[in-house]
């Protein structure tokens, strides 16, 4: 893709927080390189982008997952201005042989590809003096539980790779920003309309354009970690204090239901 003056990479924008973080990047004037394995939706959002904002616009849709992609995406999209890492899975299941392989992926997309993409593109901006990425973690990475084990687990690799990436860049005019949101309303958690709506209502739950409007800011004044949100605030230490075998018995009781 041509070099531009003020490029910003989104992966995982044909939909939710993805497409919010283009959406509100290309609104501040950045020229976009989405990045997606849902074609059909990434090049509608590619067209309803340039439509809306008359940014340029380039997409690739690509498997995120594979192994050593992320030289591939980076060079389609070289040097770019701002790397958002934002692509990734989820699933809510007890760990046995069955899904393997929804392990492997999330382990690679999560944390082998992010991690590349990272010193890829940090060694690119570190050269021409500026730049910044935004990683997204989770609350979760403070709370490992039963069900989202691999989940909770690569949410604290990125938290933890990304404050000590951020010390490494930080001398060469590079920021790192790990984001680490409770829930967002968004097709990752697989939660019916009233529920959704409910849990909007009382604040447990957070729009995207409400999350990516406040994680952009912190990503712009260069802060290390972002925690958004009261849940953020309440929800893990009380997780924490709460017994083990009482966690235990939530597990199964959800297990069961679940496979019933």
């Given at each position: 893709?041509?070099?531009?003056?003020?490029?910003?990479?989104?992966?995982?924008?044909?939909?939710?927080?993805?497409?919010?973080?283009?959406?509100?990047?290309?609104?501040?004037?950045?020229?976009?390189?989405?990045?997606?394995?849902?074609?059909?939706?990434?090049?509608?959002?590619?067209?309803?982008?340039?439509?809306?904002?008359?940014?340029?616009?380039?997409?690739?849709?690509?498997?995120?997952?594979?192994?050593?992609?992320?030289?591939?995406?980076?060079?389609?999209?070289p040097s770019p201005d701002i790397l958002i890492n934002n692509a990734g899975i989820f699933f809510m299941e007890y760990l046995g042989p069955e899904n393997l392989g929804k392990v492997r992926t999330m382990m690679a997309l999560h944390m082998e590809t992010v991690t590349e993409l990272c010193i890829l593109a940090g060694t690119q901006m570190k050269e021409k003096g500026g730049g910044r990425i935004l990683n997204i973690?989770?609350?979760?990475?403070?709370?490992?539980?039963?069900?989202?084990?691999?989940?909770?687990?690569?949410?604290?690799?990125?938290?933890?790779?990304?404050?000590?990436?951020?010390?490494?860049?930080?001398?060469?005019?590079?920021?790192?920003?790990?984001?680490?949101?409770?829930?967002?309303?968004?097709?990752?958690?697989?939660?019916?309309?009233?529920?959704?709506?409910?849990?909007?209502?009382?604040?447990?739950?957070?729009?995207?354009?409400?999350?990516?409007?406040?994680?952009?800011?912190?990503?712009?004044?260069?802060?290390?970690?972002?925690?958004?949100?009261?849940?953020?605030?309440?929800?893990?230490?009380?997780?924490?204090?709460?017994?083990?075998?009482?966690?235990?018995?939530?597990?199964?009781?959800?297990?069961?239901?679940?496979?019933?």
């Amino acid at each position: 893709m041509p070099d531009l003056q003020k490029t910003a990479l989104v992966t995982g924008a044909s939909s939710g927080m993805g497409l919010e973080f283009a959406r509100q990047l290309a609104q501040k004037g950045y020229a976009l390189a989405i990045v997606s394995n849902q074609e059909k939706e990434l090049a509608e959002a590619a067209e309803s982008i340039k439509a809306e904002f008359g940014v340029p616009v380039q997409s690739l849709c690509i498997d995120l997952a594979q192994h050593g992609i992320a030289e591939k995406v980076l060079a389609w999209c070289p040097s770019p201005d701002i790397l958002i890492n934002n692509a990734g899975i989820f699933f809510m299941e007890y760990l046995g042989p069955e899904n393997l392989g929804k392990v492997r992926t999330m382990m690679a997309l999560h944390m082998e590809t992010v991690t590349e993409l990272c010193i890829l593109a940090g060694t690119q901006m570190k050269e021409k003096g500026g730049g910044r990425i935004l990683n997204i973690s989770s609350m979760t990475a403070r709370i490992p539980a039963p069900g989202i084990a691999i989940y909770s687990a690569t949410k604290a690799y990125l938290k933890s790779f990304g404050k000590s990436l951020s010390y490494e860049l930080r001398p060469f005019g590079v920021t790192v920003t790990t984001v680490c949101p409770a829930a967002v309303d968004t097709g990752l958690y697989p939660l019916g309309y009233r529920l959704r709506r409910f849990l909007r209502q009382i604040g447990l739950i957070r729009t995207p354009e409400w999350l990516v409007r406040r994680s952009l800011k912190a990503m712009f004044r260069g802060r290390r970690t972002f925690s958004p949100g009261l849940t953020n605030c309440l929800l893990p230490p009380l997780i924490a204090v709460l017994p083990a075998r009482l966690i235990d018995y939530l597990g199964l009781k959800w297990i069961r239901k679940e496979t019933e």
